[in-house]
């Protein structure tokens, strides 16, 4: 049988750690061969392309970020059922969690396919890239079953203390994906419909692997009846995955409007904006990774009431952020053009990438930050927070970017994107203390409560 692993014992940098690289590892290889496919694309198609493939990502961060928001949710709430020992309610969500993940995937598929066109209208996409920009985004949300798949799987395995096989099953996604962007691109010239195609099929490998490895651990067999009787969890499901769900996409709203804006003012800042969240999204992977990490961690440990721990937890894994701030921030700062240079072929495009990443690479910690506290206060059950820092980030990109990009043009992207990464980071943070508080010290007993009052009463 497969093991579990339980984040409740044992030394406390220990066990995140080593729960922490293998899922470093899996993020970083997604995110290198999301860059990798763009590369291919623009090298072996045209700048044109690449902006086609980049101009969707806000849009597929707005579907794919609300499925991976309720994935993530719905992983809360089974990290405490293990942590806590309660195997028969572990199993009854998982299977809950299986059932309301293939409706959301049909809903959303329908959703993005039939409202695609319109949003692209709405971004003021380039009329010399609409066409691409739908090919891509028609075949990857065509797929969005096999992405919800992959991503409740993944959800699921770290849940029970497993980062070790959703990076194995990336690790052989990473090689069918880069293999056959080069097939259908540079053979088949399929062009961006094959890039998005190769996504696809890759992520159908990484299903394949994860579910192999769920379905040998004894702890979640699942039975026809854990699929009964399941209103309850259902519910509970929803309220921790739906606040998350929209917590990204909300955000994504932020970030297409921040798009629309980008592409009014042409195809070049398009391409530019393009490459510069995609480096932005790699450089953050260190820090998003802690935060998953951070999620697991505390969830397992608020099942088992052991908050000292996510306290440690909290200090190891904001050391590993800023350790990636120190690192990748400089990076930005000091070697932009070569960052640039990367991906992009136009000098026009590259000058304006070198004037966004040194922004956001010097606040860069902000994000890093945000991703921890944000994760701890989902882990303790608390997901209405998160949410409400998602509009909060939603309403100072819309704001920074109407008021400061007719005077200063591009660079209101990057004031614009550290505005919102400051502003959720104060909210969560402080969210966290709060809720971290009540949690170790609990309601006052009636005795104090009276004290209380009574010495209240004397100092007036």
Known sequence: MARTYDLTKGNVATIILN?????????????????????????????????????????????????????????????????????????????????????????????????????????????????DS???????????????????????????????????????STAVNIILDYVFIFTFKTGVGGAALATVIAQVVSVSVCFSRLVKIKEIKLKKSDFENNTENIIELLKNGLP???????????????????????????????????????????????????????????????????????????????????????LMCFIPRRIAGIMLTGND?????????????????AVDFLFVFRSAVQGLGYPGIPMISGILEMILRVFVIVVLIPAIGFRATAIAEISAWVGALLLNTSAFMFYIRKKTQGPLPTHKKFAYKVKASFSK
């Open 349 to 365: 495009a590259i000058e304006l990438a070198a004037q966004y990443l040194p922004m956001c690479g010097v606040m860069l910690f």
């Open 19 to 131: 729960f922490y690289f293998p899922m470093f590892f899996t993020n970083m290889l997604q995110q290198i061969y999301t860059i990798a496919d763009t590369a291919i694309v623009g090298k072996g198609i045209s700048d044109n392309a690449l902006a086609a493939v980049g101009n969707m990502s806000s849009v597929t961060f707005m579907i794919f970020g609300f499925a991976m928001g309720l994935s993530n949710g719905f992983a809360v709430l089974i990290a405490q059922c293990f942590g806590a020992k309660s195997y028969e309610k572990l199993r009854h969500v998982i299977a809950s969690s299986l059932c309301l993940s293939g409706i959301i995937a049909v809903v959303l598929t329908l959703f993005s396919t039939v409202f695609l066109k319109r949003i692209l209208v709405f971004m003021q996409t380039d009329e010399q890239i609409i066409s």
């Open 134 to 172: 739908l090919t891509y985004g028609y075949v990857i949300f065509g797929g969005l079953l096999v992405t919800i798949s992959y991503n409740l799987c993944s959800c699921i395995l770290r849940a029970l203390g497993d980062s070790k096989t959703p990076f194995i099953a990336i690790i052989i």
């Open 244 to 330: 998350m769900g929209l917590m990204n996409s909300i955000t994504a709203i932020g970030c297409v409007v921040v798009q629309y804006f980008v592409n009014g003012l042409g195809v070049v800042y398009t391409t530019a904006y393009s490459a510069c969240s995609k480096f932005i999204n790699l450089f953050i992977q260190p820090a998003c990774t802690a935060g998953f990490t951070m999620s697991s961690f505390t969830s397992q440990n608020d099942g088992a009431k052991e908050y000292g721990r996510i306290k440690k937890g909290l200090g190891v894994c904001l050391m590993i952020a800023l350790t990636a701030y120190i690192l990748l921030g400089s």
